[in-house]
């Protein structure tokens, strides 16, 4: 059973920057494409980046411009690089699969506030 271990989350002020990984117990490769999702209490998780396996991308409006995903083959591991951050980006964030979804993680919470 693949296991997805989301860290990097943690209070930070506006404007600030933050890099969450994701490690990812099976090879990422084998899997396709990855993504990042996040959840903030009473609405559903969305998908807010997506990374395929030739790493072509997609974000989510809201985010474009601000966050960046990027993979790491060799380590089974991806990664949001997020920048400029605002208090409605204050979330848990998971990564996951979005064409093969495996089971989530614990996430990572993302406060954003000063």
């Known amino acids: 059973q693949v296991r997805l271990v989301e860290s990097g ?6 404007g600030g920057s933050l890099r969450l990984s994701c490690a990812v117990s099976e090879s990422i490769l084998s899997i396709g494409t ?4 996040r959840q903030v209490p ?6 807010v980046a ?7 991308t997609y974000y989510v409006d809201s985010v474009k411009g601000r966050f960046t995903i990027s ?3 060799d380590k089974n591991t991806v990664y949001l690089q ?3 951050l605002s208090p409605e980006d204050t979330a848990v964030y ?3 699969a979005p064409f093969s979804p495996k089971p ?3 996430g990572t919470q993302v406060t954003v506030s000063s």
């Open 9 to 14: 989350g943690q209070l930070v002020q506006p």
């Open 34 to 37: 990855m993504g990042w999702y």
């Open 42 to 47: 009473g609405k559903q998780r969305e998908l």
């Open 50 to 56: 997506r990374i395929s396996s030739g790493r072509l």
């Open 71 to 73: 993979r790491d083959n």
């Open 82 to 84: 997020m920048t400029n």
């Open 94 to 96: 998971y990564c996951n």
């Open 104 to 106: 989530w993680g614990q």
